[in-house]
């Protein structure tokens, strides 16, 4: 472990344990395997497949993984115990590069409440659990569950322990999401300073997003010598997720000069990786997610729109096709200027003068205000208005909206329109409403 680059991030993914158990996350045994084979192609390092003792689902989902996957670590998680353990040995066993990751609580919070164990009996379990784990793998990593409500000199002694009996990535997770980047850089570089054994070993964080600090924390654990990060696509995890993997992926790409830090990504793989994961759960990230939502790359505001003609690196700090995503988008709304809009319609082939872009750009304005974004064929009509042209259009023929409360009824719309070609075209919908 001493040959590794020091400037090289292990990229650790639980999507498929850690995110997979949060509410509305479930996924079937065929998206697991999808997302398996996707996170290898991105590049991840480390796949946390499942928690194999957890169900006979789980085991089975991590046992053909292991089998299916090639490219990255294969990772089961064990509780402490010697069932967990032997049953994680089996689920992985096939795999390329076989993991156990087994845990045990460390807070006093957890000793008391949780385990009714002291100091003492935890530490035996964890040095017990390692191995028995090294037995069955060469690659055993252990955490320290809820460390950063741990007292600091009993995590020292914990993890000196572990690595003494075999442990060769130790892991510091903010099981509750409760720490800030200063608490973890500091924990951190303590625990490189005074943990014995540190050098042989990799030093992992694990960071949870209930105060919105996940990425902001582990970016704070390798400043402090981590060089594992254990993340998710999306973001996705239990309560508020964990730290999003395109996140921090993409903020030490773009900060290079800030961390000095690299990983085996595939950045061109992010969005399709996260699109992937969206159709395999039905949970769409929201619209201004961070790097992969629909609005990261789009600009609507006039002043931005204007700057982006002239340059993308006025308002764009990374290029969306390094993420997969095939280009910037300017949306034509309210706030649109006059540069955007002469812009697309030079685009669609208009060659207007001055006085014709005024007064387009005069009725595109009121049409803006009465409409969340404008199309090419608003922009073609608008300007066959302005001069003189004949359109081809569509023709209302009727429209119904129907609305009814109660459970079981759906708003419902239909409309008959007449197409360019003198055919008609019929549609109908439901939805949530007011408006879709």
């Not at 795999?95 to 000793?111: D, G, N, V």
């Not at 540069?339 to 030079?346: F, N, S, W």
């Amino acid at each position: 472990m001493t040959a590794i680059d020091p400037n090289r991030v292990i990229v650790f993914d639980t999507s498929l344990r850690d995110g997979e158990q949060a509410p509305g996350f479930s996924m079937n045994p065929r998206g697991k395997r999808r997302l398996a084979h996707a996170l290898a192609e991105l590049g991840v390092d480390v796949i946390e497949a499942g928690f194999p003792s957890a169900s006979p689902d789980d085991f089975s989902a991590v046992a053909g993984i292991a089998r299916e996957v090639r490219g990255a670590s294969i990772a089961g998680l064990a509780r402490a115990t010697r069932g967990d353990i032997e049953a994680c040995a089996r689920a992985v066993e096939h795999a390329e590069r076989p993991r156990i990751h087994t845990f045990i609580s460390t807070s006093p919070l957890h000793r008391l409440h949780k385990l009714n164990m002291d100091k003492a009996q935890v530490l035996e379990s964890a040095v017990a659990a390692v191995e028995l784990a090294k037995r069955y793998v060469d690659d055993v990593e252990f955490s320290a569950e809820d460390a950063i409500r741990t007292e600091p000199e009993y995590l020292i002694e914990i993890f000196s322990a572990v690595i003494a009996a075999g442990a060769r990535t130790v892991n510091v997770p903010d099981t509750v999401g409760y720490s800030t980047p200063t608490e973890v850089r500091e924990l951190f570089a303590r625990l490189k300073r005074e943990v014995v054994g540190a050098d042989s070993v990799i030093f992992s964080c694990h960071c949870h997003n209930d105060l919105g600090l996940a990425v902001a924390n582990s970016l704070a654990a390798l400043e402090g010598g981590a060089r594992q990060v254990e993340c998710t696509i999306n973001g996705i995890g239990e309560r508020a997720g964990n730290a999003a993997l395109e996140e921090l992926v993409m903020v030490l790409r773009t900060r290079q000069e800030r961390y000095g830090l690299s990983t085996g990504i595939n950045t061109q793989k992010l969005y399709p990786t996260s699109r992937l994961l969206q159709s395999i759960t039905g949970q769409e990230v929201q619209r201004n997610k961070a790097i992969i939502g629909e609005n990261a790359f789009a600009h609507e505001a006039g002043i931005h729109q204007h700057g982006m003609l002239k340059h993308r690196a006025t308002y764009e700090i990374m290029h969306p096709e390094d993420v997969g995503i095939t280009k910037s988008e300017l949306v034509l709304g309210k706030h649109s200027g006059r540069h955007a809009l002469k812009d697309r319609l030079t685009r669609m082939g208009y060659s207007l003068d001055e006085a014709e872009t005024d007064k387009v750009f005069a009725s595109f304005k009121a049409l803006a205000d009465k409409k969340k974004e404008i199309y090419d064929a608003d922009l073609e009509a608008l300007v066959l208005a302005v001069t003189g042209g004949n359109a081809s259009s569509y023709q209302l023929l009727s429209l119904s909206i129907q609305s009814a409360t109660g459970e079981s009824r759906m708003p419902t719309a239909s409309v008959r329109l007449s197409t360019p070609d003198g055919g008609e075209v019929c549609e109908a919908a439901v939805g949530d409403g007011p408006v879709d």
